[in-house]
């Protein structure tokens, strides 16, 4: 379940109908998909095949070409790199679109002058328009697993705006360990 917050207000979203509400106003796309058809020991290939349906319907959508699975660990080479690339604030020529897997990670939009912040974790599906000025991260624990979907691989590039405005926020994500005052109870009729 993702965490929607406006930092300079100081304001904390964890609503999952409020989350969606707020996102579509940004132009942001926001689903839960079901995780439990695949496992954390699950190929790439069996991710790809369990959520097949959904992934050509997105493809259909937003005329993605591939789709794939990328896992990300606090020991993948280059991680400081990778991450050092996309945490400044930038635009992409394509769509930005992540299936959560398992990890958490945090994305900074910056849409019309206020800036908003996702974390998201497994079972979110988000989807950054092409053009939205934003930024992205990890959470402490510096692991992700997530279905990409891409036009084309040069649309990956970031496009710096040098605004300097991801300067002012810190990356905090409030992670699995807060995860348990959220449990929902089941109230039977
Ligand atoms: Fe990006």
Not at 35 to 44: F, I, K
Not at 105 to 118: D, P, T
Request: charged share 25%; aromatic share 10%; glycine share 8%.
């Amino acid at each position: 379940m993702a965490v929607l917050r406006f930092p300079d207000t100081d304001r904390t979203i964890e609503n999952e109908s409020e989350i969606l509400a707020e996102l579509a106003a940004l132009g942001i796309d926001y689903e839960r998909w079901d995780l439990s058809r695949v496992g954390a020991d699950s190929t790439a290939e069996a991710v790809l095949t369990a959520y097949a349906d959904e992934i050509e319907e997105l493809k259909r959508r937003g005329g993605y070409q591939m789709a794939d699975v990328i896992d990300v660990y606090p020991e993948t080479p280059g991680l400081d790199a990778m991450l050092a690339r996309f945490d400044k604030e930038h635009t992409h020529a394509e769509d930005e679109v992540r299936f959560i897997l398992a990890g958490r990670g945090i994305f900074f939009l910056n849409i019309a002058g206020r800036v908003a912040s996702v974390e998201v974790g497994p079972g979110d599906m988000l989807r950054v328009p092409r053009g939205t000025t934003h930024w992205f991260t990890l959470c402490e624990d510096r692991r992700i697993r997530t279905v990409r979907w891409f036009q084309d691989t040069t649309g990956w590039t970031p496009y710096y705006t040098g605004s300097g405005v991801d300067q002012g926020y810190q990356p905090l994500c409030f992670g699995p360990a807060y995860l348990g005052p959220r449990v929902q109870t089941t109230i039977s009729a």
